[in-house]
């Protein structure tokens, strides 16, 4: 599977972006999905992750201003950030997880977790 990230950006401090993450497999059903970002001088940190079936899980620095969704149709992945901060800029990236067994209720927040990642788009908050 390859993942193309977009929609990055610059922004002012309190708006918006979304961003997509679109998935070149027709199995999108069967993989996790998650958004990791990475700041300058910082290591790759987790931010929002989705399951099969669309269970999400935040970090706590992004709970309440981002949302995360999928479209299997699309086979996309989003990431609605709201109320953006400065702390948000970073580069991010999209990953996915093959998970076709279970009840697809699991999410991933380890990077270490996902076998594909995208190329990351970069998002800038200004001050």
């Known amino acids: 599977v390859q993942l193309q990230a977009s929609g990055g950006g610059l922004v002012q401090a309190g708006g918006s972006l979304r961003l997509s993450c679109t998935a070149s497999?027709?199995?999108?059903?069967?993989?996790?999905m998650g958004w990791f970002r990475q700041a300058p001088g910082e290591e790759r940190e987790f931010v929002a992750a989705i399951s099969r079936g669309a269970h999400t899980y935040y970090s706590d620095s992004v709970k309440g201003r981002f949302t995360i969704s999928r479209d299997k149709w699309k086979l996309t992945v989003s990431l609605q950030m709201n109320s953006l901060k400065p702390e948000d800029t970073a580069i991010y990236y999209c990953?996915?997880?093959?998970?076709?067994?279970?009840?697809?209720?699991?999410?991933?927040?380890?990077?270490?977790?996902?076998?594909?990642w995208g190329q990351g788009t970069q998002v800038t908050v200004s001050s």
């Open positions: 497999v027709r199995t999108f059903s069967n993989y996790a």
């Open positions: 990953a996915a997880k093959f998970d076709p067994r279970g009840r697809g209720d699991v999410v991933y927040s380890n990077p270490s977790d996902y076998e594909k």
